[in-house]
């Protein structure tokens, strides 16, 4: 079955460094992956999009990469901050309707 | 701008009540509409989606059910809860490919 992957054991980084997650998709090549930022009790807020013929996205200090080899996408956070401490959710998108999500990864950013 | 209204944001029912849920967004018109469950230490799972009013696609078949009365109005309900629906209820929008959430409804079913 069509799925995504994420680490789901916590990401802890110090302030100021460079944190990377990481998603991988298994039995299907989406056309579109996105990231979404959840705080705890919250919905997901969309961050970035990133279409298959494009190999790298950047806003502000996010930048997104797709590899369609690798079948994966990963989702970087320069100069790190306290405040960038929440679970990123990976998504794909299929046709237009169809949306599989990751279990996200929980980052944390120490002081 | 737009905007996602769901309510409530806590429900505590117990086994065999039923529900509903209700969501609207405002500030756009004819948006594809979704709701998705996230239950502790899992991902999104898409229940239900529709494109237009009255036109609604279940992902996964339970005892969950959703409706689209207005084009901005779309609702999930159940007429028997189980212990299994326990969740955090998640509605959302999207006119291209980005999704927006509201804020969700904690569900707990006793």
């Known amino acids: 079955s069509q799925k995504i992957e994420q680490n789901s054991e916590a990401l802890n980084i110090q302030e100021g460094k460079t944190a990377t997650l990481t998603c991988n998709y298994t039995?299907?090549?989406?056309?579109?992956l996105q990231w979404y930022r959840q705080d705890p009790g919250r919905g997901p807020v969309f961050l970035l999009l990133?279409?298959?013929?494009?190999k790298e996205k950047r806003k502000e200090r996010l930048k997104v990469t797709f590899d369609t080899t690798l079948k994966q996408s990963l989702f970087h956070i320069t100069a790190s901050q306290p405040a960038d401490s929440a679970t990123y959710l990976c998504?794909?998108?299929?046709?237009?309707?169809?949306?599989?999500f990751g279990t996200g990864t929980r980052l944390k950013v120490l002081a | 701008s737009q905007t996602i209204h769901q309510w409530p944001a806590t429900l505590v029912q117990p086994v065999g009540s039923p529900l509903s849920l209700e969501c609207t967004v405002e500030?756009?018109?004819?948006?594809?509409l979704y709701w998705y469950r996230q239950a502790a230490g899992r991902g999104l799972q898409l229940l239900f989606y529709?494109?237009?009013?009255?036109?609604i696609s279940s992902e996964v078949p339970q005892n969950l059910s959703a409706s689209r009365p207005q084009d901005r109005q779309f609702i999930l309900s159940s007429k028997k809860l189980l212990l299994s629906d326990s969740g955090f209820y998640l509605c959302?929008?999207?006119?291209?490919?980005?999704?927006?959430f509201g804020p969700g409804t904690r569900l707990t079913v006793t």
């Open positions: 500030g756009t018109s004819n948006p594809n």
């Open positions: 959302a929008w999207s006119a291209g490919y980005e999704q927006y």
């Open positions: 039995n299907y090549s989406p056309a579109y």
């Open positions: 990133i279409r298959e013929n494009e």
């Open positions: 998504a794909s998108v299929s046709g237009t309707y169809k949306y599989i």
């Open positions: 529709s494109v237009g009013i009255g036109q």
